[in-house]
């Protein structure tokens, strides 16, 4: 089959903002590619070790490549990419580079299967380590844990420096028996981690239904069908008729009653929320997941450029969390937010 391929050149704060404008512009696949130099500071503390492309991409800058089915109009997915771009750039006051973008045909093998060369076994915690499934590994210690992931086009491989801020930070998190959910799964990456990290049950959930697919096949390949359950919802919709408006009645005052989430595996409050998205869709549902945690409960929010923090955290702060810790990989922030107790 022939596709088209779109191509612009960008900066890599927006490089994933861009890829979900493609991904709702119905593309086959995204790619993302970064500066290959090897002026990049990496993080190699627990002897990760990286084997990129080295490329002429400058210092601080993406290229983010899309694929259509050998559409209609051409033109139209550019404009509609264009809007996008001005619309990061003007209204929410990220740099988008250039925006150069360019266009070409290809043939699906040049593009589905390339990038797998460059994508190895990866350590990115003491205990967690991500294997493609095409690569062959074998565990250090006992201790180790091995996430089997084929991420599918752009999913999440956890190369990215937010998805390893959660890992990490999951690591840290994550109690045996508690219940999760994971806002915007992607690969599916983050809920599999929780459930190899001992989590009673996991609830992911993704708007896109290629992610939910993706995530779907992942925790398969994981045998972890039984712990996770996975369910298209934007954002945490899902839960409106399983608990979440008993929940918000309470807002903290006093400890809501545990809602049985039936179908969705996960039982309301749950002790911990993880979501790895973009900054501006953090701040849309906030109080959503306030009233999903129950007291004391955790709030991973990953995904959030430097220049987005201090909105995130004023955020936070009014919804009634209290900051506990941030973590930071490059130009990227997690913050580690906990409910409050309630004091009778």
Not at 119 to 148: A, G, M, Q
Not at 247 to 253: D, K, L
Request: glycine letters at 8%; one cysteine or more; aromatic letters at 6%.
């Amino acid at each position: 089959m022939r596709w088209q391929e779109i191509t612009i050149h960008t900066r890599e704060e927006v490089a994933e903002l861009i890829a979900n404008a493609f991904h709702d512009m119905n593309a086959g696949g995204v790619t993302i590619e970064e500066s290959g130099t090897l002026n990049k500071q990496r993080d190699t503390s627990l002897g990760q070790w990286y084997e990129l492309p080295l490329n002429d991409i400058p210092e601080g800058e993406a290229v983010v490549q899309a694929y259509f089915a050998e559409p209609d109009d051409v033109p139209a997915l550019i404009e509609r990419l264009m809007e996008h771009v001005r619309f990061v750039r003007d209204e929410l006051g990220y740099d988008v580079g250039t925006a150069e973008v360019k266009t070409r045909e290809v043939d699906e093998e040049d593009w589905a299967n390339s990038w797998k060369q460059y994508y190895k076994p990866l350590r990115l915690s003491e205990r967690l380590t991500i294997k493609p499934t095409w690569e062959t590994y074998e565990p250090e210690s006992p201790d180790e844990i091995v996430l089997e992931l084929d991420p599918g086009m752009a999913f999440g491989t956890g190369t990215h420096p937010t998805t390893a801020l959660c890992l990490r930070t999951l690591e840290k998190e994550v109690v045996p028996g508690i219940d999760v959910i994971d806002v915007g799964t992607g690969s599916g990456v983050l809920a599999i981690a929780a459930a190899k990290l001992g989590a009673r049950r996991v609830l992911a959930l993704d708007l896109d239904p290629v992610a939910v697919s993706s995530a779907t096949e992942n925790v398969r390949l994981n045998g972890l069908q039984h712990t996770i359950v996975i369910k298209e919802s934007d954002l945490l919709g899902v839960l409106q008729g399983a608990g979440l408006a008993k929940a918000a009645t309470a807002r903290g005052e006093t400890a809501p009653a545990r809602a049985n989430a039936g179908e969705l595996g996960v039982e309301l409050p749950v002790r911990l929320v993880v979501a790895n998205i973009l900054a501006e869709i953090i701040l849309l549902f906030i109080r959503d997941v306030y009233d999903v945690l129950e007291p004391g409960g955790t709030y991973i929010a990953s995904g959030i450029y430097k220049n987005k923090e201090d909105d995130v955290e004023k955020g936070l702060l009014e919804a009634g969390f209290a900051i506990e810790r941030k973590e930071r990989d490059q130009d990227w922030v997690a913050f580690v937010a906990k409910k409050r107790q309630v004091t009778l």
